[in-house]
């Protein structure tokens, strides 16, 4: 049975992306996958506002996250958390044998710059981690005051997951002071799940090329070597870098600046309807994501039998909450190629599916 994701992730991938990953193989050591990697470098480094190379790392975007601090935490990373991504960085972080400190927030509430300058401020750190937009939540942290803010700390290296923000709207890493940012293929970028894209500053590199044990798959070092020759340390999967280089003939055709404009339209489109039903939002008043919107469950609805009416009769899918939050929140992703045309059908489902919701049962 074929519907339409409206999950924040993975979502929808258009029949031309799909298409795009039905060509015949390439070898990866070939000159055809050289041209095809060295083509897409100056569109990649042009959405990240970089001048430093962009990896493509077959895996999702875990891996480089985990990647990251195996490379340049060698003292003790910082870890900003408000929601269930950032929260999980904390552990991976651990997991990896890492010093790690958890600097906690609400689920809902931004990354507070002001907390992270006083953490960071008592010397304790070689590098932080951030997650831009809390997918979890919905919730968009302000980059541009917490870049400030670590740029008062140049020897931190700062590692930002901009998994659900890329290309929603701008992350201009050089003019940032950024070191490390990284995004995943299945979110705004609506590929299919199972890439990551990870831009490295030169200061980031040379802390990597200090670390004993940074492993080999997720390697910076690794990734420069291959990419100064055009290449990946690896067998990377071919054919989603050829749908990533047909999605960026599709951003640079609509215009980076309308695609940004595109998803704050939506976003608001999306919003509106949902306000007007009694719910509201469930982050920080003017942290919403531009990529999502969670709603709180003001009007306590029942949301699996919400989504189950959306799935039977609509052909498309909502997510009912994450982790701790399942019931009590709904996110509605339009991230992506969403369009005007596909908003409006979605807002008439949820229309008609709301009016048929029965409230959810009282907890036992
Ligand atoms: C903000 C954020 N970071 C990281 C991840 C993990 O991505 P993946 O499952 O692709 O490794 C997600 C997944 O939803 C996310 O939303």
Redesign the pocket.
Known sequence: MSYKLFI??PIAVSDKTLRAMAQPMIGHRSTDFVALYNSIQPDLQALFYTKDPVYIST?????V?EGALRNVCQKKVLNCMNGA?SDKWNDVALRCGKQATALKAEWGQPVDPEAVRKELATGAYDCVTI?H????TGTMSDINALAAVLREFPDVISII?T??SFTVVPIKKDELGIDIIIT?S??ALAMP?GL?LITVSKKALERSALAKDRGYYFDLIEFQKNHENGMTPSTPCIALIYALKSKLEDIMAEGIENRYARHARLNKTVQDFIFSKGFKLFPKEGYGSVALNCFANTQNIDLGALNKILKSEHKLVIDGGYGKLKGKTFRISNMGDETDATIAELIKALDAALAKTPKAAPAA
């Open positions: 924040p992730g895996s999702s975007a875990w891996g996250m991504f997650i937009n809390e997918t979890s997951d998994v659900s995943g299945q979110k799940p990551a």
